[in-house]
Structures are given as structure tokens and as C-alpha cells.
């Protein structure tokens, strides 16, 4: 089993939709929770980042760590054609490594418009 | 606009040959990360470098691939002799090593090996 287990989709949503994207882990020294998004043929870039448990507000953007179920997920309101993406979650034990980040298989989205 | 830059951007190749794929992280960034993403495994860590030491090798196959640092500016990963099983996606990614944490990825380099 993998640490980190990502919702596979593909999810496929008309414009304006909520979307709810999930992963799950089993790591508990997991302290920093990331989404990247990628877009087709092209490297992921940063989206979201939160420390611990919470919540994290960006424009459309909502980034939700539960630890005590080792359950992240990132909403998006007012879904846009131009968020149809792969999104990965990635995760890890400190800052200092942060970059030697765990990777969720990630989740293909489209918005329809 | 700083970026990380990733050559070449597609290689085909035949089985047993050498491939050599090379990276220029972001000016002052200490740390390096070469990832490879395929369908089946997603994002795989193959190698990691802090101050081009390298600090974590463990996800690369050392029989046949090999990850260098001969100066800040470049980073290369080498793979000798190549496998169909290769084919990827590789990206090499660097960050400031604090703060966020944040990674900038390259826009990778797609092997393919007949």
C-alpha cells in the first residue's frame, strides 16, 4: 500500500461546479500538506500549502488537513474551463526537507464549459 | 523569469543506449530534485541533492542510472544502458531548501526507449 492514496478520477465536472479533490496517507509525521497542479505536458507547479491541521483559503481555492484521519482535500468553487488539470497531492515530515515531498498519483480534472 | 530549464525536452531512443539529461535550477537554489512520473507509478523521487551533495539516492536504479551535480548550475542524470521499462517523463525540480518548501519542476524531458 501506498503512504499517500489519491482519489483517481477522472472527474469530469460543467463549468461552475464544486469540485472536491481527496487524498488520504498513513504516515503520521506527515506536517506539511501541498496540492501541485499540472497541466498537460508541462511540470507541476505549487498551488496550495498548509501546515497541520486547518483549513486554507485562496480565491477559489480551499485546502482542508485532517490528521486525526490523515484526510487532506482542496476545493475549488466556480470551477473554469482553465482549471482542467492533473492535481497531485504531496506531503512531508518537515520543512527542511520539504521538497523531498511523498506524491499522490494525482487526479485528472475537466471542467466543461 | 527565473525557471528551471530541462534538456533535451524529447529523446528517443534504443534500448542499451546512453541517455544523458541534464537540468539548470534556479539561480540560488540549494537543493535539487530529479523526479520521473509514469502512468502506472505517478511521481517517483529519484534523487536529491543539498548544496550538490547528494543526500538521497534511494529511489534510483543504481545499476544503471547515476545523478551528478558538477556545479550549481547543472544537474545531470544519466542512465546506461537504457530499458524499454525507462520510458518516462523525468523531471528535475529545485527549491530554496526552507521556507515552504516549495519545488519549481522543469517542463521535463520525455524518453522514450525501443
Known amino acids: 500500500q501506498k503512504e499517500v492514496e489519491q482519489d483517481p478520477g477522472p472527474l469530469s465536472v460543467p463549468e461552475g461546479a464544486i469540485v472536491s479533490l481527496n487524498c488520504t496517507y498513513s504516515?503520521?509525521?506527515?506536517?506539511?500538506f501541498m496540492w501541485y497542479r499540472q497541466y498537460s505536458r508541462k511540470g507541476p507547479e505549487l498551488l496550495m500549502y498548509?501546515?497541520?491541521?486547518g483549513n486554507k483559503e485562496d480565491g477559489r481555492f480551499t485546502a482542508q488537513v485532517d490528521k486525526s484521519s490523515k484526510y487532506i482535500s482542496l476545493f475549488i468553487r466556480d470551477s473554469q474551463p482553465s482549471d482542467s488539470a492533473t492535481y497531485l497531492c504531496?506531503?512531508?515530515?518537515?520543512?527542511?526537507?520539504?521538497?523531498?515531498?511523498?506524491f499522490g498519483d494525482g487526479t485528472t480534472l475537466t471542467v466543461k464549459p | 523569469d527565473a525557471r528551471v530549464t530541462q534538456t533535451p525536452r524529447h529523446k528517443v531512443t534504443e534500448m542499451g543506449q546512453e541517455v544523458t539529461m541534464r537540468c539548470q535550477p534556479i539561480?540560488?537554489?540549494?537543493?535539487v530534485f530529479w523526479y520521473r512520473q509514469t502512468m502506472m507509478q505517478g511521481l517517483e523521487l529519484l534523487a536529491y541533492?543539498?548544496?550538490?551533495?547528494?543526500?538521497?539516492d534511494s529511489g534510483m536504479p543504481k545499476d544503471r542510472f547515476s545523478a551528478e551535480m558538477p556545479d550549481a548550475t547543472l544537474a545531470t542524470l544519466k542512465i546506461q544502458p537504457s530499458e524499454p521499462r525507462d520510458s518516462a517523463v523525468y523531471f528535475c525540480?529545485?527549491?530554496?531548501?526552507f521556507g515552504t518548501g516549495e519545488l519549481f519542476f522543469g517542463e521535463g524531458s520525455r524518453l522514450t526507449v525501443l
Open positions: 525540480a529545485s527549491g530554496s531548501g
Open positions: 504516515n503520521s509525521a506527515f506536517q506539511y
Open positions: 498548509t501546515y497541520s491541521s
Open positions: 504531496a506531503m512531508s515530515p518537515t520543512n527542511t526537507n520539504a521538497g523531498k515531498s511523498t
Open positions: 539561480l540560488g537554489h540549494n537543493t
Open positions: 541533492f543539498r548544496n550538490r551533495a547528494p543526500l538521497d
